[in-house]
């Protein structure tokens, strides 16, 4: 279905394509059509960060930053669904055009900017949700206009609002595409972040428990990772999710659209992702569970990511070009794997 559909889309402008496909998507879902549409993925149980899963492949944010199409997103398959970047106030994010695929690479060029609704918005639609078939997570990010020194406020006031409607909460630290925000990775400030972060997590999770994680970027080195690795190991997060898009442009001089700003992401960012994702857990080894994300665009790639050392996967650039038969190609690659 998608393969029919996907010229149509690809004819239009990127970001509308974006929509039009969530629309389509979810007109299935209310027509029922969904598991006619999609193949089903085999179960492959797991469990990540103590959160059970009918098999490790999931979605990553950015794909519905407002929490609009949780139902249809789980009607295709995936085992759980990460939502936002949501900040606490709405804000439009960075002018257009600022989505471009480069389809000889099956890659995106984003830079967004953490355009979104705002948390109220976010809550009031994830409280409609009723197909919640596996775990939600909810990313987090602060307003463009709030400056490092305030960051935190941003945080813990979404974390405080998102934590009784979410399976687990992301801290995004690592989007490009907010000027100044990859400088809460450096240690110190990591620290300050995680730890105000983690103080108000234990409160909220008397009554609950929802695992926190924080979102890396690919474009950390050797001494990067090591002080984020300090870090993580004073017990501030339940896990890691890695990668984010990166800066590099890992890309042909004949790329017309090598120069736009932004973050990389799909085939492109594979080795590098993995890269990161292999030095991460050489620090860590199984401290904490890694979520797995970045160029995966065949299932053989979710499966390398498995086979390295991530409890989990996700998947978003990839579905542009492959589509939803992409999640169940992957769950089978990955039971393959461990059987080989």
Not at 133 to 146: F, M, P, V
Not at 170 to 192: F, H, M, Y
Not at 222 to 227: A, E, M, R
Not at 240 to 260: C, G, K, M, Q, W
Request: a neutral charge; charged letters at 20%; one cysteine or more.
């Amino acid at each position: 279905m998608y393969a029919l559909l996907r010229p149509l889309l690809f004819a239009m402008d990127a970001e509308r394509a974006h929509h039009r496909t969530l629309q389509f998507m979810e007109a299935g879902y209310r027509a029922g059509l969904s598991r006619l549409m999609v193949p089903r993925a085999p179960d492959l149980p797991t469990t990540l960060a103590g959160l059970p899963l009918r098999h490790p492949v999931g979605l990553a944010a950015g794909l519905d930053k407002n929490g609009e199409y949780i139902d249809a997103l789980f009607a295709l398959d995936f085992s759980f669904v990460e939502v936002g970047t949501v900040t606490p106030r709405p804000q439009a994010g960075n002018p257009k055009p600022r989505l471009f695929r480069l389809k000889d690479e099956m890659a995106v060029i984003n830079r967004f900017g953490f355009n979104n609704d705002g948390v109220d918005a976010l809550v009031r639609n994830v409280e409609r949700a009723r197909n919640r078939t596996g775990q939600l997570g909810i990313n987090i990010g602060k307003n463009k206009d709030t400056d490092n020194e305030r960051a935190a406020d941003d945080y813990l006031h979404c974390l405080e609002r998102v934590h009784a409607h979410a399976d687990y909460v992301t801290v995004n630290i690592s989007s490009p595409n907010t000027v100044g925000l990859r400088a809460l990775q450096e240690q110190d400030a990591l620290k300050e972040l995680l730890s105000r972060l983690r103080d108000m997590q234990l409160r909220l999770n008397t009554s609950r428990r929802v695992p926190m994680f924080v979102k890396i970027a690919p474009d950390l080195n050797d001494s990067d990772l090591d002080s984020i690795a300090q870090v993580l190991a004073a017990d501030v997060v339940d896990g890691v999710i890695a990668t984010n898009t990166t800066i590099d442009r890992p890309l042909p001089d004949s790329e017309p659209l090598r120069n736009e700003a932004g973050g990389l992401s799909g085939a492109p960012l594979l080795p590098k992702a993995n890269a990161t994702l292999q030095a991460l857990l050489s620090r860590i080894g199984d401290q904490l569970p890694v979520i797995g994300v970045g160029g995966i665009t065949q299932g053989e790639h979710a499966a390398q990511k498995m086979q390295m050392g991530a409890q989990a996967v996700q998947l978003y650039s990839g579905l542009v070009y492959r589509g939803p038969e992409l999640i169940a190609e992957s769950v089978h690659a990955i039971a393959g794997a461990r059987t080989a």
